[in-house]
């Protein structure tokens, strides 16, 4: 019984690239052109399961919780940072965003898109601080497979994704302090919100701007 | 209609038990312990002494009020479902259950192989999976114990981990275990 094939897809994922052995004619997934997209998403549930070793991996290798976090936001910036490239790379006609809203859009749209397969649900300013920006997924990918128990109740998994945000941002000139927030709302229990806290650097830089 | 849900691990240890049947008479925590290590050995058994070399052990217990019905899957992990009779595609319920177990506890980093389920997401998709193929029991099903079964000839006190023994003196047949063991009306 292959598994694989019978559980559901999540997104843009596809089970059928998860097969384990390459069909005839397909070529390496390093020989493949960088900016071909089409068909070639990655199996959700391969994710899953690395993403749950990860946790695993980490877990061993840590004191705490804030420890944890902090290991997850690095490994997602290694992830942040390749991504970042590879996007600018694939997309004709990008210019260089310089304001922090352009910025905040591009990872809204092109980065989750191409990412999680799908848009994230809203980007939305902080009523409180004038540097902070949120942006918010309903039903995050990386933890929807995850029940963290009641012990470590605070951790976020989406930490991961705080990593890859703040790649980003950093690697446009943005620096910035990005965390994860789990903030449920009705329907959407894993609901994550990534807070985004941006440098004094970029805020002065930004009133320069205007 | 679905009255409960165990998950036995190889071991024969049990590793999850959930009763959606309200109006049933409830197990003693350690009674789901004997009876999930019962029906492990006498799946193994049972895959012994079949004719037919290569058989995979009992899959389905029936009685006249419920079936139990097991499906192992290739690591060893046992799923029995203990359903009406007249429950429609118990094979398809299964194959989710299991899609549900693989989804919400394999994937989750949090969850020890071969331990107790402790996995919020796992209850919550469980329950949504048992209300969408056969609805929870209602109080006033026909099955509420009430016979001259219920649990009469099994000694539910000082049980201790010890095997199964119903107190009377009859050998005990299948059903018999079963029946006793789970408090249903036969």
Redesign the interface.
Known sequence: MSMAASLPNVGGYSSAASSLYPKRGMTNILDRPLNKTRGTEVSANAFAFMFSEMLQYTQKRVNGIQDLERKLNELGYRVGIRALDLLIWRDKNSKRETRVLGMLYFIHTTVWKTMFGKQADSLEKSTENEDEYMISDNDPIVSRFISVPKDVSQLNCGAFMAGIVEAIMDGCQFPSRVTAHTVPIDGYPLRTTILIKLDKEVIEREEHFK | MIFSIYIINKAGGLVYNKDYSEGLSKLTSNEYLVLAGTFHGVHAITSKISPVPGSSGIEMLETDSFRIHCFQT?TGTKFLLVADPQQPSIDHTM?KI??TY???C??????NPEMPI?????DVHLLKLVKTVGGLVPASNPYIVNSHYSSANFNTSGTGGQPMTPSNSLPPSLPNIASSGLGLGA
Do not use: I
């Open positions: 290739l194959k299991y899609e693989a989804d919400y394999v994937k989750n980093p949090f969850q402790r996995s919020e997401q796992f």
